[in-house]
């Protein structure tokens, strides 16, 4: 079974500051790997994914991910953090090729971007 | 519209009533996933089907919740004799086929039903 692992439950940052949120999965078979955001009072959006090839992955807004195998991460990072990504963030893993469909999420970063 | 669609947005019940969650997918996608996101935590698998078979039925906490779905369409989250415990958010996904590796296993998130279990 996998399992993610997000090593800040709560970041507070400044406008302007760079932001890098960590993300660790324990499988030892090819994975999918998701950021997920969610804005106060909205819905899970996908922020981006890695599926296969480059693994430096751009999403929306700005943010960016890298998948490193040998350190089983997919940590999310932006340069200069708005007031407006203040949200909570979720890595997900699944691994349709070994039968694992639904996404296993890690527990979630509450980002707060003050002014 | 183009999303998924869950309703009710909110329910609230009393301790020991059954309630009914009902989540419309993409049209399109054979592939539906239930979640639950109780308070301060991730989310937890429930069910996933696959068309209208649920080939991965192991996130379901108990015999008190089941599911269906009608062909590729509407799905049900059923619970019953409702628990305090049950109180959580319940999501439901779709993709366009669970069991592909790459973009048509892209899980497209709905807004949610808001469980209270008084």
């Known amino acids: 079974a996998q399992s993610v692992s997000q090593h800040n439950h709560h970041v507070i940052l400044s406008e302007a500051a760079s932001l890098e949120l960590g993300c660790n999965y324990s499988?030892?078979?090819?994975?999918?790997l998701f950021w997920y955001v969610q804005y106060p009072g909205q819905h899970l959006q996908l922020l981006l994914k890695y599926f296969s090839g480059d693994p430096l992955v751009k999403g929306i807004k700005g943010f960016e991910a890298e998948f490193i195998k040998s350190k089983f991460s997919f940590n999310l990072r932006k340069p200069s953090v708005q007031w407006s990504d203040t949200a909570e963030y979720f890595c997900a893993v699944n691994a349709p090729g070994a039968g694992s469909y639904q996404l296993t999420f890690g527990k979630g970063t509450k980002l707060s971007v003050i002014p | 519209g183009a999303g998924v669609s869950q309703s009710p947005s909110n329910k609230v019940t009393e301790k020991g009533k059954d309630v009914e969650l009902r989540c419309d997918p993409i049209s399109g996608h054979t592939a539906l996933y239930w979640y639950r996101q109780r308070l301060g935590q991730g989310l937890e698998f429930l069910i996933y089907f696959q068309g209208n078979s649920a080939p991965d039925k192991s996130g379901l906490p108990s015999d008190r919740f089941s599911a269906e779905r009608t062909g590729e369409s509407v799905s049900t989250l059923t619970i019953q004799r409702t628990q305090q415990e049950d109180s959580a958010v319940y999501l439901c996904a779709s993709s366009v086929d669970g069991v592909k590796r790459g973009r048509r296993n892209e899980q497209f998130f709905g807004p949610g039903t808001r469980l209270t279990v008084l």
């Open positions: 499988y030892g078979g090819t994975v999918n």
